[in-house]
């Protein structure tokens, strides 16, 4: 039961994650919201489907995986922190550090 809920949160924070991105970019100059608000979630979206979605025949090793929620969530992080609110990135960044934690915690 609390994997399921879990999951669902993961699935939300993910959606999330892509949306902050996007808002992200689009706070810029053009150069900005073509690489950051389009190009960078596109790339996201490609990089999770082929090698993180639990279904994938590619899917990485769990360190390697871990490595790359770190990236992606942490990087999404920084650039709420430098477009928006310090505040709302350590918000951000408690919520999917727990919902992380609790997932691979759930998963072994």
């Keep these: 039961m609390l994997k399921l809920a879990n999951d669902g949160v993961r699935f939300v924070f993910e959606q999330a994650t892509l949306l902050l991105i996007v808002w992200s970019g689009f706070r810029g100059n053009l150069t900005s919201k073509l690489v950051i608000g389009i190009l960078i979630p596109i790339a996201a979206i490609i990089f999770w489907t082929r090698f993180m ?54 998963n072994a």
Aim: with cysteine; hydrophobic share 50%; glycine share 6%.
């Design 53 to 106: 979605a639990p279904a994938s025949p590619n899917r990485l090793t769990e360190s390697r995986r871990i490595i790359a929620e770190c990236v992606l969530f942490g990087g999404t992080g920084v650039l709420v922190a430098q477009r928006f609110s310090s505040k709302l990135a350590i918000v951000y960044l408690i919520m999917i550090t727990i919902n992380t934690i609790l997932d691979h915690a759930l």
